[in-house]
């Protein structure tokens, strides 16, 4: 089954907000951390800026900029998707090996890691907490499920298969928090009809909860912060013409999936990216076929 995954592209990275002598007046100085074509996925508190570019060979690349020049993660072979970085340093991220595998690794110390499988052929690192713990998904040993994804979480560098909910037949894990806290999404049928409908869910002390949907059939969450505040995407009752639930930003807090609304207008969809721990949301919304980002 294909769901749709999520890819931040910036291209430049606003840094060193620097407050001037007069009231209310801030200035910002943009500054290019990449190389034409590149794009920025994630900061740590260091400042150091994880990105990813495409070379003349039409390959993808990842990079991270420290402060002085961008250096280059690496590959297994083929493409390298970076995903996210940690304030330690440390990269996570997708690789596809000379025999056309996606691989999930991670970086640090100047080399790259493969992280390895559920026993199947194929992985991917979506996310990683400072203390170094690494969530994402891979294909596991059982041959009926070759094509399908199991969430992991990779702690003290065991992979552990956190599973499914109920009556779900694949998983993937996008965020874990620094309690290791995880968020994702899972289907909740193993039906192959055109409707295969996947929850996000909360995963806390070893169990997966179900957040649920605003009224349609699919939500996803991105991230979660320290508190376990989860964010995402969620189908809503409303739809466009096609009869597809209309996307609508949810906040997931104590047991409660709340409906962040859209920026108005006819056709309005919105999604949420990320929360921080002060509770401050980021995202894009679309009113009237245009596109912007949000703080909530």
Do not use: W
């Amino acid at each position: 089954m294909s769901v749709p995954r999520h890819c931040n592209r910036l291209v430049l990275i606003a840094a060193l907000a620097l407050p001037l002598a007069a009231p209310a007046a801030t200035r910002y100085t943009v500054t290019t951390v990449g190389v034409a074509g590149s794009s920025a996925r994630d900061i740590n508190l260091s400042g150091h800026v994880l990105g990813a570019y495409t070379d003349s060979s039409g390959t993808m690349r990842g990079f991270l900029n420290t402060g002085a020049m961008p250096l280059d993660l690496g590959s297994f072979g083929g493409d390298t998707i970076p995903n996210a970085l940690n304030d330690g340093g440390m990269v996570v991220g997708t690789s596809t090996n000379r025999a056309g595998q996606e691989r999930a690794f991670s970086y640090g110390n100047g080399s790259m890691r493969d992280l390895g499988t559920l026993g199947g052929t194929y992985s991917s690192g979506y996310g990683v907490n400072h203390r170094g713990d690494i969530v994402g998904s891979a294909s596991t040993a059982n041959p009926a499920e070759q094509d399908l994804e199991r969430a992991f979480l990779m702690s003290g560098g065991v992979m552990r298969n956190i599973g499914t909910l109920p009556n779900g037949d694949m998983s993937r894990a996008l965020d874990v928090n620094n309690t290791g806290q995880v968020t994702g999404l899972s289907s909740v049928s193993s039906d192959s009809g055109p409707e295969h409908p996947y929850h996000a869910f909360l995963y806390s002390g070893e169990v997966m909860t179900d957040l649920g949907t605003l009224g349609g059939l699919y939500s996803t969450g991105y991230a979660i912060n320290d508190r376990g505040a989860v964010v995402g995407d969620a189908g809503s009752k409303e739809e466009f013409p096609s009869g597809h639930a209309i996307p609508h930003a949810f906040l997931y807090v104590n047991g409660v999936m709340s409906d962040l609304g859209t920026l108005g207008g006819k056709e309005a969809g919105s999604m949420a990216f990320d929360i921080n721990n002060l509770g401050q949301i980021v995202g894009e919304g679309s009113s009237d076929s245009v596109q912007r980002a949000f703080l909530s």
